[in-house]
Each structure stands twice: as C-alpha cells, then as structure tokens.
C-alpha cells in the first residue's frame, strides 16, 4: 500500500491564481480530511468527508473547496489564493471516524 | 470549544532516560485520542490509538494513558534513543472524527 499520497510537495503561486492540491489513498478509508499547519497556531482542519458524495466544512473552510466523488481521491481546490493560505496541507484518512488516522506528506505552499 | 494543551512545549534529554509528555484537554466527552509523531519538514506519523473505553495502549516502548475523568493524556517513551527526537503532537476525536489537536512537545534526545 502506498498509503495517502499527496501532490504536489511544494508549490508557489501568485495572489489570485487557483489551484487544486491532489490527495489519494489506496485504503479503502471511508473518512478523509484535510488539515493546514502554520507556526503558532498548529493543525487546524479545512474539510472533511465521511464518504463518497458527502463533505462538510472544519474550522477554517473560507477560500477552500472540496469534492468527494470516489472513495480514493479527495481534491482540495484553492478558489484564488491569498498570501494568507501560505501553510502545509495535510491530507489524512481513516477507515471510520473513530478509526486509527493516517496522514500523507503534506504539500508546501507559497502564495506571494 | 475543545483546548488541547501540551506542556512542556519543549523537552532535552539524555539518551536512555524515559520521556514523559503529557497532554490535557478540557472537554473529557472525547471519543478517542491518537499520538503522533512528526520529523522537521515531514508528514505525521501515527504512534498510538487509544479508545475512549481504554485507560492505556503499548506498542514496543510507547505506553499511552488515558484519564477522561481529568482530562489527560500521558505518553511515556522508555530508554529514549537519538531517533526518538522529534516533536510529538496529541489530538483528540471529536464528533465524526474531527481532531483537534495540541501544539505539541518537541523532543530532542542528545548522545
């Protein structure tokens, strides 16, 4: 199992540009979610999602977009990126809710 | 709002002492609470589950406590080792598996 793999590693954009961060796991997890990490403020949660067709919204969900149409892939898309979406993105999975969670590598990004 | 706090926030060991970081939060209707570790520039790495109805979970020299009556989280690291320095982040389950997690202990083990 290559287990929750994450795309890009680093990435740069300009304010305003979109973009979509690429998370897969070949599981067979039914919950995914995503969290951003910056210093001083640790792991916040983005979105989430209990299955295939179903998302909801985390702490911090402003300027984020999410979709769920397989169990395998759960895309986050930036709208148009501010300077403050500057972070680590972190995909993660588990099989349940309450279930063990793993995490993929994260995606750096700059947004100057 | 659940608060997760860990203290100290940074810990310097010598190789072979046990480590002991803690964690507190302060809503105890948890449902389960997960231990991880994370390397400088990397992803999480997860250490131990423990389930709301457990009071403990080992895995080799990781031990995990769990008090939800007082709202704590124990990790004990025996004979800690070069490779064990890191930081060490808790989160505990909220409804439908939203983690919430603390700051973390960052932990340097020196030879």
């Known amino acids: 199992n290559a287990g929750v793999t994450q795309t890009p590693k680093f990435q740069v954009l300009k304010t305003g540009q979109s973009m979509t961060l690429q998370c897969a796991q070949d599981m067979n997890h039914e919950y995914m979610s995503w969290y951003r990490q910056d210093p001083g403020m640790g792991l916040r949660l983005i979105h989430y999602s209990v299955g295939a067709g179903i998302t909801d919204q985390g702490e911090v969900p402003n300027g984020y977009n999410v979709s769920r149409s397989t169990t395998e892939d759960f895309p986050l898309r930036l709208l148009s990126a501010a300077p403050s979406q500057t972070s680590v993105y972190f995909c993660?999975?588990?099989?349940?809710?309450?279930?063990?969670?793993?995490f993929g590598p994260g995606t750096r990004l700059t947004v100057t | 709002k659940q608060e997760v706090t860990q203290i100290p926030a940074a810990l310097s060991v010598p190789e072979g002492e046990n480590l002991v970081l803690n964690c507190s939060f302060t809503d105890s209707a948890i449902y389960n609470l997960q231990w991880f570790r994370q390397d400088p520039g990397k992803g999480l790495t997860s250490l131990l589950l423990?389930?709301?109805?457990?009071r403990e979970q080992t895995s080799g020299r990781l031990n995990a406590s769990l008090d939800k009556s007082s709202g704590r989280s124990t990790l004990y690291i025996a004979a800690s080792q070069p490779g064990d320095s890191a930081t060490y982040l808790c989160a505990v389950f909220d409804s439908w598996g939203k983690l919430q997690f603390g700051a973390g202990t960052q932990v340097v083990v020196t030879p």
């Open positions: 423990i389930q709301s109805s457990q």
């Open positions: 993660a999975s588990s099989y349940k809710w309450d279930s063990e969670v793993y």
